[in-house]
C-alpha cells in the first residue's frame, strides 16, 4: 500500500467523481456519477433535474434541496410535455419556481417556503403580456420563447 485518500459525505462532487472514475455506485443512490443535471443557472438559486427525475435546487451554499409539492413533482419530459419547469429563484425573499405550460400557452409561479415545499400558485394568462415579460426579467429567462427576456424592444 502507498497512501489513502479519504472523502467526507456521499453527495459531493469528489464523491460522484470518484463513482464515474470506478464506474461503481458508491453511495447507492443508485445512479454512478453526479445524479445531478443543470436545467437553469441563472441568479441565485440553480434548477437541477436528479436521475430518477425529481427536481432540486442549489442555493450559492452548494447543497441541494428537493422541490415538493403534497401530491408529488417530477421535471421529467422536459420540453415536450405539458408542464416545464423553466427556472427556480429566491425573489425578494419568497423562493419561487416558474413553470411553463407548453400546450395552453401560459406561465405559472409557485412560491414555496424555506424548504421548498409548495404554498401557493399564481397563474398568468397569454404570453404578450407585462406581467410574464416582469417574470422573465425576476427569472432571466425567456419564458414566452420570444428570444428576449423582458419586454419586447
Ligand atoms: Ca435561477
Ligand atoms: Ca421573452
Given at each position: 500500500m502507498q497512501s489513502t485518500s479519504g472523502f467526507d459525505g456521499f453527495n459531493t462532487p469528489a464523491a460522484w467523481a470518484l463513482e464515474t472514475s470506478f464506474q461503481v455506485d458508491g453511495n447507492k443512490d443508485g445512479i454512478i456519477g453526479n445524479p445531478y443535471s443543470t436545467l437553469e443557472a441563472q441568479g441565485n438559486t440553480k434548477l437541477l433535474r436528479r436521475g430518477d427525475g425529481l427536481a432540486f435546487v442549489e442555493t450559492g451554499a452548494g447543497t441541494q434541496q428537493e422541490i415538493s409539492a403534497p401530491w408529488g413533482i417530477s421535471t421529467t419530459g422536459s420540453d415536450s410535455s405539458e408542464w416545464q419547469m423553466l427556472a427556480a429563484e429566491t425573489i425578494t425573499g419568497v423562493n419561487q419556481v416558474l413553470w411553463r405550460?407548453?400546450?395552453?400557452?401560459f406561465l405559472n409561479v409557485w412560491n414555496l417556503d424555506a424548504n421548498w415545499n409548495l404554498q401557493s400558485t399564481s397563474g398568468f394568462d397569454g404570453f404578450n403580456r407585462p406581467a410574464v415579460w416582469a417574470l422573465e426579467t425576476s427569472f432571466q429567462v425567456d419564458g414566452n420563447k420570444d428570444g428576449i427576456i423582458g419586454a419586447p424592444v
Open positions: 405550460n407548453n400546450t395552453a400557452s
